[in-house]
């Protein structure tokens, strides 16, 4: 007789709203009981869809991958590309869902925005990144609506953010050259209005979600001078009534390291007929509104990979039994996992304190120094946020051991998808320099302190009230330092990133410190206030005196001479 082998169950997922008590308990700290009440039915749905439907979809597609036909049989250019079963049910879901359309209805006034991301936080994890076509398509509907275009308005704006599958649309945006991303002001892609018609000319490095309807394109008309402010915003199609590519040539879908469903193009315009969105300049700033909004979708993005680990690795350590007992029983286990569930609770926080600074600009107005804290914010809280979605996401893969390392788990993709956010939508360099010119003018820095301390003084709890104090002293150093160097160019950049994740780690400890007060008093419950606690002690402030002599011998690898 053979030995019995043994079978790993493998882990499972519930309703991922009705499981999650941070998005529960945040809901009903900031949501009015009557609105929530009202939107709960669609997040347990969507919570059903992405513990359910959709989870399984998404492990039976894992191997498949948008497919480009650049020729037919018969010699024709084609450039077609199809996607998986899993995005393609993705795209309806999102649309009946109002993944993108719940912030446009905005049938709860500031709350419609919070209420869209936690539809977003819910959906993304189950459908491997299909939030970067809605992330830009969100982004698409409020830069025309800003712009003030009304023709393009009319054409696109109803369709970007309608519930109805089969007038949806959705928008690529397309920046990157071969030149640089960061930089876009080295951008080489000409504007010619031929005959009053645009046309647009050039080479587009990352285009991704190609196949969306429409594009936000950046060029430069010609005549126009060479640098950012040389560049336009203009309004694309793509595709012809019939499918086919007008003055565009697909030339490869990248070969990424993560994001593989994401149909992700190098594309040739060779006279691509485009209408600007806002004049023959000022490209940059228009499209402000699309970087701000697929900032903080990125955000949103971070806080759901570290939920969605959490739960599957929760839920295996019941199962996966070593050294004579499951791992939910071992000590240093369960400290990994509550490492994990604090860094997701931070991020967790700071996503969705950003989500209601931007319902409330969109729909009430905000005053300057709020204005001025949700331009720092966007920045702050993608990088910041980013960073701890990969670190969390290789913890999650090692907690399944090797299983954490094979594919058809569904595991690795957590770790690789991660690694696009603090690349994606500006690095974690460029955001942080970004935060430094946002702290330069206008009253950040005072709406940023007043926030913090305003939830650090709602702690009334004493050890919360010591949590509290560490976020306050991290922030007093922060402010020293900037004061101190803001005159020291080379000094100021190169300490730009510990500055920058000081500021967001800190301000996640101050919200972390002002629900867990809230949910002592309104849950009686502890868990907020562990998370707050184990946060602080984790570290917040990493600004450190370093020497630039010793920086640039240390990165050029050259010799550094010593007397
Ligand atoms: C999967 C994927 C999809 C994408 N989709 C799109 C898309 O749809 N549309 C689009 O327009 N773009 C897209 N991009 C491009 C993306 O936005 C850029 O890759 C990103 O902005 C970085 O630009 P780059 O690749 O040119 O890197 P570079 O700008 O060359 O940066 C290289 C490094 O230098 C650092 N750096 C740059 N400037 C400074 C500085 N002043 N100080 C210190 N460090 C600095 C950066 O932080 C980075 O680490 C996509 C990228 C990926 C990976």
Redesign the pocket.
Same mark, same amino acid.
């Given at each position: 007789m053979l030995p019995e082998v043994f079978q790993q169950p493998p882990p499972v997922l519930g309703n991922q709203y009705l499981e999650d008590r941070v998005l529960r308990s945040y809901l009903n700290r900031v949501i009015p009981p009557d609105v929530l009440r009202s939107v709960e039915p669609s997040l347990e749905e969507m919570g059903d869809l992405a513990g359910g439907e959709l989870y399984r979809l998404q492990l039976a597609d894992h191997a498949n991958e948008p497919v480009l036909t650049q020729w037919d049989a018969w010699g024709e250019r084609a450039d077609r590309i199809e996607l998986t079963p899993l995005w393609r049910r993705a795209e309806r879901v999102a649309a009946e869902h109002g993944v993108v359309a719940a912030a446009y209805e905005a049938a709860h006034g500031r709350f419609s925005r919070p209420y869209q991301f936690a539809l977003a936080y819910l959906f993304h994890p189950s459908t491997d990144v299909y939030t970067?076509p809605l992330a830009?398509t969100d982004g698409a509907a409020r830069t025309l609506l800003e712009s003030r275009n009304a023709e393009l308005i009319e054409r696109a704006v109803g369709r970007l953010t309608t519930r109805d599958p089969a007038r949806f649309w959705t928008s690529?945006? $397309?920046? !990157?050259e071969s030149?640089?991303?960061?930089?876009v002001g080295l951008a080489q892609t000409v504007a010619r209005n031929e005959g009053g018609a645009w046309r647009l000319y050039g080479r587009? $490095?990352? !285009?991704?979600?190609v196949t969306s309807q429409m594009a936000l394109v950046l060029a430069r008309p010609e005549g126009n001078p060479p640098g950012a402010q040389g560049l336009a915003l203009f309004y694309v199609e793509p595709r012809d009534e019939a499918g086919g590519l007008r003055g565009i040539r697909v030339l490869r879908l990248?070969d990424?390291l993560?994001?593989r469903k994401?149909p992700?193009a190098e594309l040739m315009l060779e006279g691509a007929p485009a209408r600007p969105v806002q004049g023959a300049s000022g490209g940059v700033k228009a499209i402000v509104p699309m970087l701000h909004l697929t900032r903080a979708w990125n955000s949103i993005a971070a806080a759901a990979v570290m939920r969605r680990g959490l739960a599957l690795a929760r839920d295996y350590a019941r199962k996966r039994f070593a050294f004579g007992d499951v791992l939910a029983h071992k000590p240093l286990h369960v400290d990994t996992l509550a490492a994990l569930q604090t860094e997701a609770e931070g991020v967790f926080h700071l996503s969705f304190y950003l989500a209601q600074l931007i319902g409330r600009a969109e729909t009430e107005g905000l005053p300057e120094c709020d204005a001025d804290l949700l331009r720092l914010l966007t920045s702050v809280a993608k990088l910041v946020t980013a960073k701890q979605a990969v670190a969390a996401a290789s913890e999650t893969l090692e907690a399944f051991g090797g299983a954490g390392y094979v594919e058809d788990t569904g595991l690795p993709v957590l770790l690789r998808d991660a690694q696009?956010l603090p690349?994606?939508?500006?690095?974690?360099?460029?955001l942080s320099?970004d935060a430094l010119r946002a702290l330069e003018k206008g009253e950040a820095w005072k709406a940023l302190e007043e926030k913090a301390r305003g939830c650090i003084r709602s702690a009334r709890d004493s050890r919360l009230g010591t949590a509290g104090r560490a976020a306050e002293s991290a922030l007093e150093h922060a402010h020293a330092w900037f004061e101190e160097n803001r005159r020291a160019a080379p000094r100021l950049?190169a300490g730009a990133r510990r500055f920058a994740l000081t500021l967001g780690r800190t301000l996640e400890l101050a919200l972390l410190v002002e629900h867990a007060q809230w949910s002592l008093d309104h849950e009686r419950d502890g868990r907020a206030r562990a998370a707050a606690l184990r946060f602080a002690q984790s570290g917040v402030d990493s600004i450190a005196d370093v020497d630039l002599d010793d920086a640039r011998a240390l990165a050029a690898g050259e010799p550094l001479e010593q007397e």
């Open positions: 970067c830009m690529g945006q $397309w920046m !990157t030149t640089g991303g960061s930089d587009k $490095w990352f !285009t991704s979600a990248k990424k993560g994001t994401v992700t696009v690349i994606w939508e500006g690095t974690t360099n460029v320099l950049e």
